[in-house]
């Protein structure tokens, strides 16, 4: 099992930048992905943004260009850099992680989620 605690959510005008952090309970180097979600109100949640073990990258073709995900495993935190924010990247982001379990299962774990709000 692994807890993921959040943090570095707040508001912000279009344009500006913010810097989630994802801070994990274990080494996030047994980890086989993390990776950051979003929901807006009203709206299903989403992938933004993940990595790998291997610091393989992935991004929504919305967010491309602007976040970027990160790891530090000394630090066992991953960060999601979000600049030039737009009003339609506001939404509650949460923190992902998946693990093969010793059963052969895929586990995924939540973090509690941040809000992010852009304003106009």
């Known amino acids: 099992q692994v807890q993921l605690v959040e943090s570095g959510g707040g508001s912000v005008q279009a344009g500006g930048s913010l810097r989630l952090s994802c801070a994990a309970s274990k080494s996030i180097s047994s980890i086989n992905k993390m990776g950051w979600y979003r929901q807006a109100p009203g709206k299903q949640r989403e992938l933004v943004a993940a990595i790998t073990r291997g610091g393989t990258t992935d991004y929504a073709d919305s967010v491309k260009g602007r976040f970027t995900i990160s790891r530090d495993n000394a630090k066992n935190t991953v960060y999601l850099q979000m600049n030039s924010l737009k009003p339609e990247d506001t939404a509650v982001y949460y923190c992902?992680?998946?693990?093969?379990?010793?059963?052969?299962?895929?586990?995924?774990?939540w973090g509690q989620g941040t809000q992010v709000t852009v304003s106009s």
């Open positions: 992902h992680a998946i693990i093969l379990s010793s059963w052969g299962t895929w586990d995924n774990y």
